[in-house]
């Protein structure tokens, strides 16, 4: 029900403010303003993306949960998707989203709607630091020393056949 009133109510506020915007500053102003939103928002959301995949490969590094990370890259991808959505109302809302603090209160206001029953990373292996268990085991191994050629000018013998 939701899904229907904004694919309903979202057109025709844009709409009514198109024909606001238009007749307050005419016809080539608006449309300025609407090509210069579009490329100001795609030039913020790659660089608020960039930080947003830097906090997910951190996360994922730290072993943190992801979730936090996962939110912010995809309300900044929303936001990208309505900013280049032609539109005033699309591009406030695009605009709003690519403020961290907006975010964040989206988020909790999300994650207090959600109920997580399970939640696993990795693939159950237990992480533990200090020695490794066969530290004191010692490995026997011959080896060769191999020296570098004399003269570069000829080819090495060890890629000729017999």
């Known amino acids: 029900m939701y899904l229907f009133l904004a694919f309903l109510l979202v057109p025709i506020i844009e709409i009514a403010l198109f024909i606001q915007v238009g007749g307050l500053i005419g016809l080539w102003p608006t449309l300025a303003i609407v090509v210069l939103t579009a490329v100001l928002g795609a030039a913020l959301v790659r660089t608020q993306g960039r930080m947003a995949l830097a906090n997910l490969q951190r996360s994922f590094a730290e072993l943190d949960d992801p979730t936090e ?94």
């Open 69 to 162: 990370p996962l939110a912010h890259g995809a309300m900044i991808l929303l936001s990208g998707v309505l900013l280049l959505t032609p539109g005033f109302f699309t591009d406030a809302v695009g605009f709003a989203l690519l403020i961290p603090g907006i975010r964040v209160a989206v988020f909790r206001y999300l994650k207090s709607r959600v109920t997580i029953t399970q939640f696993q990373m990795g693939t159950g292996a237990q992480f533990r630091s200090g020695p490794a268990p066969f530290d004191d085991d010692v490995i026997d191994g011959e080896f060769t020393e191999v020296r570098p050629r004399q003269d570069p000018s000829k080819p090495s013998k060890w890629v000729e056949g017999p």
